[in-house]
């Protein structure tokens, strides 16, 4: 027992997973669901609970301990001995996972209060209500266990878990072939990179354990990296195209594979293609798993391994660069989607791949400072957007809505603030964040081309702000598209939902504040007024840099610039004249169709990948492997060879003559006998 | 008794035996085929009361009294199943109860 043991900290993942454990096994035992009151006590309570012990216990880290030795460990029980190697179930609270278990269990608890009401009246399933509880608590665990592990195979499990319930929570309309669809392939994107994930894993442990450090814990492989810094692996000679030919160092080949896990999980190029499609499951998923939590799961990997990216430059120099490319692409592809759901994803696609810019530029407390802020106005935007496709009967084409600000006033207003903080706007919350990423990129002088990934990010920083007022003018102003049937109807949700809406509001508007850059505390007399980069600065360093306030605000201003440029070309096409989106798509019909199609990019995978693999499987594999070799050869061809001994040659010796079988009994004694006495 | 060897005596039941054994193997009487089985037991009785009087160790004899039950038993059931072929198939002919096979 030290100052640094805390036996509160098992109790934030245990009670979303007793919750959900509960109410999914009354659900497998009894004929029906649970009252309605305590299923909303249970799934909502768990993780308010969770967030009061994280509250309590961040607190406790920030004011209770020294800035450099600020970590809370709860062992449970040694979970994997093997000689010198011990992997412990445990939980680590350092700065960097108390930002992740707050926006986990805060904002996730939003976003259960919320779907209280979303879920409430949907009567598309039997007992699907509590179903879906049970796998929103599930999930919680998962992330909790992901966020909060001391070790990688903790990581490892939650990673899986998170996984898991994206697959049953994208599929929870399972009835409808394409939700299964979706959420079956967001399982499989996401086991390439788990993959990935694993061989990393593998391979630290590996290399730790040659070098007489047999560890996965996070603290120990920080303290150790060091005995890795120099080890380099050659590469086949196939591979001379590679840069760095004909040596990669080990922690570079280590961290890319952990990277290629983090694509998957973050949906970044090329493994980004799955989030789009898990639209397909309820908003409030939406929200929770693809905007606020889950997808950052990989930007929160690369910040915890930061101590290994941080000595491996050509890893984190991809990291940029994929992030980069992902922020642009994404952006580009969100500007011509007219599924209001589609539209979030793909910006959401885009502000992580701004994340990993971050992550990728060493800007670690950027990183996690957007993300924080990207989870408050993200899951603002995808609850705005669930509010409004309840209020619109289910209809998710904004081509058909228009003119819900005065019928929606609470979902309008909180909608319009979480557009204004993604876009950018100075005093929201997103572009202090923003502003931190591109500063942090424009300064990254060690990755090679950072003045270009600034580029990009100021370009993908316009057209966020384009596409998000694109959004908001179709959905909110002008007049209505539904057909009058729906248009009668359209109504202002309820309690449960717009109190969340209001609350993540708040947030989006003011979340800025954690992580006000120093330069402008400095204007209002308040000093390192940067808090999060201060408090994250132990875990995950970035490198210090002697920013000029006024290239920092010269920068801001540029960006600032950028935004409301974006904004006012959305206003004039959208709001101004309407008529002109339409002329300029007829204009430029192939490439609008282009972008409109995704760049056909799950067409080009399906060509490339899918249908190869599918066609191997179904010839060679299971026609050829699994009928042929395993049931033909293996299963039925023993039967068959065991049958055939016996109807051709075995049966024979049953004669039916009792007067045989005393004779074969007799010469078996007889022999028998001899070969005991065989000696005597 | 003082005149006749131990060996004399498992000669004895070996002939008794052996008897059986051909009884068995060459009759095709079904009551035949039983009362030479009840010749090989007596004669594995002869042997083991033999054996015993010479070691000096009474288990032989009561290895023997178990034989003779099981053999009491086995006369039970065997009668029952010979009984019952006859009534069926009116003969004690071993051969025409060859059905149980393939």
Redesign the interface.
């Given at each position: 027992m030290t100052e640094h043991t805390n036996e509160a900290l098992r109790w934030i993942p245990l009670l979303p997973l007793a919750a959900a454990v509960l109410s999914g096994l009354w659900l497998v035992f009894a004929p029906r669901e649970l009252p309605r009151v305590l299923v909303i006590a249970l799934a909502v309570g768990a993780p308010i609970a969770s967030f009061a012990i994280a509250l309590a216990q961040v607190f406790s880290l920030a004011t209770g301990l020294e800035a450099e030795q600020r970590f809370f460990v709860d062992n449970l029980y040694t979970w994997i001995s093997a000689g010198d190697f011990h992997a412990e179930l445990s939980f680590l609270l350092d700065p960097l996972s108390s930002v992740m278990v707050l926006v986990v269990t805060g904002v996730g608890s939003l976003i259960h209060v919320y779907s209280v009401g979303y879920m409430d009246d949907d009567h598309r399933e039997d007992k699907g209500f509590q179903r879906f509880f049970a796998y929103l608590n599930l999930f919680t665990f998962s992330m909790l266990m992901l966020v909060l592990g001391d070790n990688l195979l903790v990581m490892f499990v939650g990673w899986e878990g998170v996984g898991l319930c994206s697959y049953l929570l994208i599929g929870f309309w399972y009835l409808e072939d394409a939700n299964a669809a979706a959420g079956q392939k967001a399982f499989v994107v996401n086991r390439i990179g788990d993959f990935g994930f694993l061989l990393g894993i593998f391979l630290l442990f590996w290399s730790f354990a040659s070098a007489g450090m047999p560890t996965v814990e996070f603290r120990e492989m920080a303290a150790n990296v060091g005995l890795l810094s120099e080890r380099v692996v050659a590469l086949p000679s196939a591979l001379s195209f590679l840069p760095g030919f004909p040596s990669w160092g080990l922690l570079t080949l280590a961290c890319l594979c952990l990277f290629v896990g983090a694509c998957g999980k973050s949906a970044q190029i090329p493994l980004y293609v799955w989030l789009p499609d898990a639209m397909a499951g309820p908003t409030p998923v939406s929200a929770l798993i693809h905007a606020a939590t889950m997808v950052t799961a990989g930007i929160y990997m690369v910040c915890r391994m930061s101590f290994a990216f941080s000595l491996a430059p050509g890893a984190q120099a991809t990291v940029a660069w994929v992030g980069a490319l992902t922020a642009l692409f994404a952006a580009t592809i969100g500007l011509a989607q007219t599924d209001i759901k589609k539209v979030l994803a793909y910006s959401t696609v885009s502000q992580l791949g701004y994340m990993f810019i971050a992550a990728g530029v060493a800007g670690y407390s950027a990183a996690v400072f957007h993300l924080m802020t990207h989870a408050f106005f993200k899951a603002l935007l995808f609850l705005g957007a669930g509010s409004v496709i309840l209020g619109m009967h289910h209809e998710q084409d904004i081509t058909k809505m228009g003119g819900l600000r005065t019928r929606m006033p609470w979902t309008w207003f909180t909608f319009l603030i979480g557009v204004l903080a993604i876009s950018g706007v100075p005093p929201f919350s997103g572009f202090f964040s923003k502003d931190e990423i591109l500063l942090a990129a424009h300064e990254a002088h060690a990755v090679p081309g950072h003045e270009w990934i600034w580029l990009i990010g100021l370009v993908t920083a316009g057209l966020t702000a384009f596409y998000m007022f694109r959004l908001y003018y179709l959905v909110f102003t002008g007049e209505s598209r539904a057909d009058h049937h729906t248009r009668d109807h359209i109504h202002e949700s309820n309690g449960w939902i717009v109190a969340p809406l209001v609350a993540l509001a708040v947030l989006s508007l003011f979340g800025g504040a954690f992580g006000l850059p120093d330069a402008y505390g400095e204007l209002a007399g308040v000093p390192q007024s940067n808090s999060l980069h201060y408090f994250l600065q132990p875990v995950a360093a970035s490198p210090p840099h002697q920013i000029e306030a006024s290239t920092e605000f010269g920068l801001a201003f540029t960006t600032t610039l950028v935004g409301l440029a974006g904004i006012a070309l959305a206003t004039l096409l959208y709001y101004v004249r309407r008529d002109l989106p339409a002329k300029i798509a007829a204009g430029i019909r192939p490439l609008y169709e282009l972008v409109r199609d995704k760049y056909r990019i799950d067409e080009l995978y399906a060509a490339l990948i899918v249908r190869p693999l599918v066609g191997f499987s179904r010839t060679v594999l299971a026609r050829g492997v699994d009928q042929g070799l395993i049931d033909g050869v293996g299963v039925n061809g023993v039967a068959r060879a065991f049958f055939a001994g016996g109807d051709r040659a075995l049966?024979y010796a049953?004669?039916?003559?009792?007067?045989s079988y005393?004779?074969a009994m007799?010469l078996g004694g007889v022999l028998l006998i001899a070969w005991l006495v065989r000696g005597a | 008794m003082g005149d006749i060897s131990p060996f004399q005596f498992q000669v004895v039941a070996a002939l008794i035996f052996l008897i059986g054994v051909a009884g068995v193997l060459t009759r095709r009487n079904m009551i035949v085929m039983f009362m030479c089985i009840e010749l090989m037991l007596n004669a594995s009785n002869l042997s083991l009361v033999a054996f015993s009087r010479e070691i000096g160790d009474d288990q032989g004899q009561v290895f023997a009294f178990l034989v003779m039950v099981v053999a009491a038993v086995e006369v039970a059931v065997g009668l029952a199943i010979i009984i019952s072929l006859v009534r069926n198939r009116d003969t004690v002919n071993i051969e025409d109860a060859s059905q149980m096979k393939w």
């Amino acid at each position: 027992m030290t100052e640094h043991t805390n036996e509160a900290l098992r109790w934030i993942p245990l009670l979303p997973l007793a919750a959900a454990v509960l109410s999914g096994l009354w659900l497998v035992f009894a004929p029906r669901e649970l009252p309605r009151v305590l299923v909303i006590a249970l799934a909502v309570g768990a993780p308010i609970a969770s967030f009061a012990i994280a509250l309590a216990q961040v607190f406790s880290l920030a004011t209770g301990l020294e800035a450099e030795q600020r970590f809370f460990v709860d062992n449970l029980y040694t979970w994997i001995s093997a000689g010198d190697f011990h992997a412990e179930l445990s939980f680590l609270l350092d700065p960097l996972s108390s930002v992740m278990v707050l926006v986990v269990t805060g904002v996730g608890s939003l976003i259960h209060v919320y779907s209280v009401g979303y879920m409430d009246d949907d009567h598309r399933e039997d007992k699907g209500f509590q179903r879906f509880f049970a796998y929103l608590n599930l999930f919680t665990f998962s992330m909790l266990m992901l966020v909060l592990g001391d070790n990688l195979l903790v990581m490892f499990v939650g990673w899986e878990g998170v996984g898991l319930c994206s697959y049953l929570l994208i599929g929870f309309w399972y009835l409808e072939d394409a939700n299964a669809a979706a959420g079956q392939k967001a399982f499989v994107v996401n086991r390439i990179g788990d993959f990935g994930f694993l061989l990393g894993i593998f391979l630290l442990f590996w290399s730790f354990a040659s070098a007489g450090m047999p560890t996965v814990e996070f603290r120990e492989m920080a303290a150790n990296v060091g005995l890795l810094s120099e080890r380099v692996v050659a590469l086949p000679s196939a591979l001379s195209f590679l840069p760095g030919f004909p040596s990669w160092g080990l922690l570079t080949l280590a961290c890319l594979c952990l990277f290629v896990g983090a694509c998957g999980k973050s949906a970044q190029i090329p493994l980004y293609v799955w989030l789009p499609d898990a639209m397909a499951g309820p908003t409030p998923v939406s929200a929770l798993i693809h905007a606020a939590t889950m997808v950052t799961a990989g930007i929160y990997m690369v910040c915890r391994m930061s101590f290994a990216f941080s000595l491996a430059p050509g890893a984190q120099a991809t990291v940029a660069w994929v992030g980069a490319l992902t922020a642009l692409f994404a952006a580009t592809i969100g500007l011509a989607q007219t599924d209001i759901k589609k539209v979030l994803a793909y910006s959401t696609v885009s502000q992580l791949g701004y994340m990993f810019i971050a992550a990728g530029v060493a800007g670690y407390s950027a990183a996690v400072f957007h993300l924080m802020t990207h989870a408050f106005f993200k899951a603002l935007l995808f609850l705005g957007a669930g509010s409004v496709i309840l209020g619109m009967h289910h209809e998710q084409d904004i081509t058909k809505m228009g003119g819900l600000r005065t019928r929606m006033p609470w979902t309008w207003f909180t909608f319009l603030i979480g557009v204004l903080a993604i876009s950018g706007v100075p005093p929201f919350s997103g572009f202090f964040s923003k502003d931190e990423i591109l500063l942090a990129a424009h300064e990254a002088h060690a990755v090679p081309g950072h003045e270009w990934i600034w580029l990009i990010g100021l370009v993908t920083a316009g057209l966020t702000a384009f596409y998000m007022f694109r959004l908001y003018y179709l959905v909110f102003t002008g007049e209505s598209r539904a057909d009058h049937h729906t248009r009668d109807h359209i109504h202002e949700s309820n309690g449960w939902i717009v109190a969340p809406l209001v609350a993540l509001a708040v947030l989006s508007l003011f979340g800025g504040a954690f992580g006000l850059p120093d330069a402008y505390g400095e204007l209002a007399g308040v000093p390192q007024s940067n808090s999060l980069h201060y408090f994250l600065q132990p875990v995950a360093a970035s490198p210090p840099h002697q920013i000029e306030a006024s290239t920092e605000f010269g920068l801001a201003f540029t960006t600032t610039l950028v935004g409301l440029a974006g904004i006012a070309l959305a206003t004039l096409l959208y709001y101004v004249r309407r008529d002109l989106p339409a002329k300029i798509a007829a204009g430029i019909r192939p490439l609008y169709e282009l972008v409109r199609d995704k760049y056909r990019i799950d067409e080009l995978y399906a060509a490339l990948i899918v249908r190869p693999l599918v066609g191997f499987s179904r010839t060679v594999l299971a026609r050829g492997v699994d009928q042929g070799l395993i049931d033909g050869v293996g299963v039925n061809g023993v039967a068959r060879a065991f049958f055939a001994g016996g109807d051709r040659a075995l049966k024979y010796a049953q004669t039916g003559y009792l007067q045989s079988y005393v004779f074969a009994m007799l010469l078996g004694g007889v022999l028998l006998i001899a070969w005991l006495v065989r000696g005597a | 008794m003082g005149d006749i060897s131990p060996f004399q005596f498992q000669v004895v039941a070996a002939l008794i035996f052996l008897i059986g054994v051909a009884g068995v193997l060459t009759r095709r009487n079904m009551i035949v085929m039983f009362m030479c089985i009840e010749l090989m037991l007596n004669a594995s009785n002869l042997s083991l009361v033999a054996f015993s009087r010479e070691i000096g160790d009474d288990q032989g004899q009561v290895f023997a009294f178990l034989v003779m039950v099981v053999a009491a038993v086995e006369v039970a059931v065997g009668l029952a199943i010979i009984i019952s072929l006859v009534r069926n198939r009116d003969t004690v002919n071993i051969e025409d109860a060859s059905q149980m096979k393939w």
